[in-house]
């Protein structure tokens, strides 16, 4: 169930509302917008009468949610979700976020070289794995801390934030000191027990989309973390798998409207893996803002055919270069800036 606070109803006419719906057996999760505090109670509502919390001082309206998410809804935030990093970046406002780096973190050079690059086209954030989730157990399965070491040491140096994977729970807290924002990847989209461990954490996570997720799916595993108290969740279109093989997987662009209508959190675009194919990034990166995208996430390489990981889709530094310029033109004709 939602309710929905006046704008000017006052703090103890919220704790009022609260404390009424906790005693009516739900928890409540409250999210204080900039004209309006929302109530979400989620557990047993099925049976509540909503003419209880009609009524109550300061209430605007009330309404039960049919949606399983409850939290990752549009209703729980009807201005949508802005995340926001400590050095000031921030995902899902105006501006669409840069995300790039290498597919894995392989040594100092390499990336440090990637970070001064990522900041000089104005990007935000910096992608780079250390664990990494191999289809052959036989390939480069990423560096590890030390990894994440050289990454923390090249962001800071350049004023980034480090976008990083995490494979499982054992891995958040050694992360931790390295880590701006941890990646749940698509094959540990589902992976709920450590969904539910990173809801207890602090920091923001980009979801990604599982490769035969659907939307509905993508939109509950948000909410294992958002019903842990961590609502900084930002979601990530990828590619899903379809009969169709000239690209690695197929990128669902009109995932991105559609995730717009249904929940408020922001959605990325990652036309790296949602193609496989260096030369189709480019053409999908712009599709992906031009539909609302809130950030791009792209691998690059200063020597990308020789990337450990995911050489085809990698962007040479040049390359990303020019599509951030040509980003920027399409950010522009959709009322965004980059
Ligand atoms: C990655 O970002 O390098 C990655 C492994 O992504 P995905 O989980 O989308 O395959
Ligand atoms: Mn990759």
């Known amino acids: 169930m ?30 204080t917008g900039a004209s309006q505090t929302i109530l979400a109670g989620v557990g047993p509502t099925a049976k509540i009468d909503l003419g209880i919390f009609e009524v109550l001082p300061g209430v605007e309206n009330v ?29 899902g406002g105006k501006q669409v976020a840069i995300i790039a780096g290498p597919c894995a973190i392989e040594n100092r050079e390499q990336i440090f070289t990637i970070a001064k690059c990522v900041k000089d086209a104005g990007g935000q954030f910096m992608r780079g794995g250390a664990f990494k989730p191999r ?18 040491e090249a962001a800071e140096a350049n004023g980034l934030m480090t976008v990083t994977e995490v494979m499982e729970i054992s891995q958040i807290e050694p992360m931790m000191p390295y880590t701006d924002c941890f990646q749940v990847g698509a094959r540990n989209f589902q992976n709920f027990n450590l969904l539910r461990e990173l809801g207890q954490v602090r920091k923001p996570v980009l979801l990604k989309r599982g490769i035969a997720a659907t939307i509905e799916e993508l939109l509950l595993s948000a909410e294992y973390i958002m019903a ?23 990128m669902d662009i009109s995932a991105i409207p559609v995730v717009k209508k249904l929940s408020h959190l922001p959605i990325a675009g990652d036309p ?3 193609t496989g194919r260096r030369d ?18 792209v691998e690059i390489h200063p020597n990308a055919d020789k990337a450990a990981s995911d050489a085809a ?4 530094l040049d390359q990303f270069q020019k599509l951030i310029t040509e980003l920027r033109v399409i950010a522009t004709a959709v009322g965004r800036t980059l």
Request: hydrophobic fraction near 40%; glycine fraction near 10%.
């Open 2 to 31: 939602i309710v929905a606070m006046q704008e000017n109803a006052t703090e103890d006419q919220i704790f009022a509302v609260i404390e009424t719906m906790e005693e009516a057996g739900v928890s409540v999760h409250r999210t």
């Open 63 to 91: 309404h039960r949610i049919s949606v399983p998410y409850k939290l990752a809804g549009r209703a729980f935030r009807p201005e949508g979700t802005v995340v926001e990093f400590p050095n000031g970046a921030k995902i």
């Open 135 to 152: 289809s052959s157990p036989y390939s480069f399965q990423g560096l590890g801390i030390p990894g994440l070491e050289l990454m923390h």
């Open 228 to 250: 842990g108290g961590n609502y900084d969740v930002i979601l990530c279109e990828r590619g899903i798998r379809t009969y169709e093989t000239a690209t690695r997987n197929t």
């Open 272 to 274: 790296s893996h949602g």
């Open 280 to 297: 189709m990034v480019p053409p999908m990166a712009k599709a992906a803002v031009a539909a609302g995208a809130d950030a791009i996430l």
């Open 313 to 316: 889709q990698t962007l040479y």
